[in-house]
């Protein structure tokens, strides 16, 4: 099935110059290991396809069971350049959260994600 | 030594609720109040304003706030970390101590200042001495913007902000100086970390990171469950409780609002996150993949296990230049077909532009109320909203360009598409754009000074 990040996670982001953090954390502990399988960097990369023209980096922090997302070149110039209205990418959380990822039935009725 | 140090946040950013810091000080017991008021762009506005008057160039909303909380610091010994001092710490120090002896406590405290963080006079020397200051992000030598540089700005450590503090003063005013390091260098002065104790440093580092943004960890921009966090309206401002082995409690005073829980302080840890193996502050790099939470109570979060290790050879340096010029124009299209008015507005704009010749380096068009912040995501906008903002932006090198774009925004209301309004405004305003220059310079050529004087 089908599930949109929003149901397993949370997040928040943020700007440096011309890139866009999104720190995107579980929900519950037991939904981080989905995120790491499914939610990569190139996964990533293809979801922003518009926005991001950099590259896409990841770095796993299991320690607090989130993911953080680098999006080089995504801010129309950053800072006080970019002519944006999000000029600091706040919102890109929440386009994240837009993904969806595609999750067997079993392990998501095991997690009790619903559809 | 004491065991436990409470170090309160009272201003997030230069614009943060006024009454915050009163709050962080009245509200309960505090040990220090730290006061985070640059950002990057502010630092070429003091800068300007310096030019213009000697006397200025500092976060001028300090000084009222001085007035009104300094007779509870000294009374309480509350002791006062704020990088209020722009461009000229010196003079945000002598309003500081003006307003001291008119409150009667003269001689009842000292004030601190750090300095040698503006590097803005050293800047020819430095480039004749082969130092390019590449910039951090392109590659490129500051030389290609030589003479558009508008202010140059060390960022500053904790240490001098701690050896002020050592030396018996109640409030330390700073330049640029870290966000962080406001917070850690009273964990320095209070539990004597060496300047190499990276495991420590890069806690009170994290500590630092967690509060800097003030309400962000307590509530504020909070994503999880945030319809049920209580009473925003009397949000309260982080604290940070200390320990000298290095954890520490985030929390927040009795009775306000907001909520401070193990998500609402992981959403600020990975606020303007970069690798976290390696976040790198002038004191230490610290590694945010070691950083434990655990619930510790209502409002409550233990934070341990950090990891540091030891800091680079380098301050950074923010670099601000001038780069252009830009203005921004908006309308409001109503149903029907709000989107497609707006789209047509914006097409009709264009011509109008390329047929005066004007040239930009970039036209930037967004539709708010149909994909401004998260573009195509969004998907197709329905042919029933309600209404659509037109919001189109230039950037360009030549001032007269922008300008003659600022004219062409009105005339739309009565030679374009239909059903339109917002234009109370007026026309929208050009803005001199300032940009940064992220640069690396060693530390061995910055020597930042600490002075301590009675009041």
């Known amino acids: 099935m089908k599930a949109q990040l929003l149901k397993l996670a949370h997040a928040r982001s943020g700007d440096k110059g011309d890139t866009a953090n999104v720190g995107l954390i579980a929900l519950r502990d037991e939904f981080y290991p989905v995120l790491v399988r499914e939610v990569t960097a190139a996964r990533v990369k293809r979801h922003f396809g518009g926005i991001c023209k950099g590259e896409v980096e990841r770095f796993e922090l299991p320690n607090l069971k989130a993911l953080n997302f680098l999006l080089h070149e995504s801010l129309g110039g950053g800072g006080t350049l970019s002519l944006m209205t999000d000029a600091q990418g706040k919102t890109f959380s929440t386009a994240l959260l837009r993904l969806e990822i595609e999750i067997a039935d079993d392990e998501a009725r095991s997690l009790g994600i619903e559809p | ?455």
């Open chain 2, 1 to 455: 030594m004491r065991e436990r140090i409470r170090v309160a946040c009272g201003q997030g950013f230069w614009g943060d609720l006024l009454d915050a810091p009163v709050r962080q000080v009245e509200g309960g017991r505090i040990d220090y109040l730290m006061l985070d008021y640059l950002a990057e762009v502010t630092m070429s506005i003091m800068q300007k304003q310096r030019a213009r008057d000697p006397r200025a160039g500092y976060a001028r909303d300090f000084v009222p706030l001085m007035r009104e909380i300094l007779p509870a610091c000294v009374r309480r010994d509350i002791r006062v970390t704020a990088n209020a001092g722009g461009v000229n710490p010196p003079a945000c120090a002598d309003a500081v101590r003006d307003v001291a002896r008119e409150l009667g406590l003269g001689g009842r405290l000292k004030l601190g200042v750090v300095t040698g963080d503006n590097i803005m006079d050293r800047i020819d020397d430095l480039l004749s001495r082969g130092l390019e200051l590449r910039n951090m992000d392109t590659g490129e030598p500051l030389s290609t913007v030589r003479e558009r540089i508008q202010s140059a700005n060390v960022y500053l450590g904790a240490q001098p902000i701690a050896e002020a503090l050592d030396r018996g003063a109640q409030v330390v005013i700073t330049g640029r100086a870290t966000d962080t390091g406001l917070t850690l260098a009273p964990l320095i002065h209070e539990f004597g970390w060496r300047a190499d104790d990276w495991d420590r440093l890069a806690a009170g580092t994290i500590a630092g990171h967690i509060i800097e943004c003030g309400a962000q960890c307590s509530g504020g921009n909070c994503q999880y469950e945030w319809q049920s966090i209580p009473d925003l309206a009397d949000v309260g401002f982080p604290i940070v409780e200390a320990s000298p082995d290095g954890t520490f409690v985030v929390t927040k005073h009795e009775g306000t609002g907001g909520r401070v829980n193990v998500p609402s302080v992981t959403e600020q840890l990975v606020y303007e996150m970069g690798d976290p193996h390696e976040y790198i502050t002038p004191d230490c790099v610290a590694d945010f993949t070691t950083i434990r939470l655990e619930d510790a109570g209502e409002n409550r979060v233990r934070v341990f296990g950090i990891k540091g290790k030891p800091a680079t050879g380098f301050y950074k340096v923010s670099i601000s230049y001038a780069a252009g010029f830009k203005a921004v124009g908006t309308l409001v299209y109503a149903w029907p077909q709000a989107y497609e008015k707006a789209q047509a507005a914006d097409q009709i704009l264009r011509a109008r532009l390329e047929r005066l010749g004007l040239k930009f380096d970039l036209i930037h068009t967004e539709f708010v109320g149909a994909n401004a912040t998260h573009g195509a995501l969004a998907g197709e906008p329905s042919p029933d909203a309600p209404e659509v903002q037109l919001r189109v932006g230039v950037r360009g090198q030549d001032r007269n360009a922008v300008e003659r774009f600022t004219k062409e925004i009105a005339p739309l209301i009565l030679t374009g598409p239909p059903a339109v309004t917002g234009f109370a405004g007026g026309r929208p305003k050009v803005e001199e754009i300032v940009a940064y220059w992220p640069a690396l310079i060693p530390k061995s050529e910055i020597e930042p000074r600490a002075e301590v004087t009675e009041v």
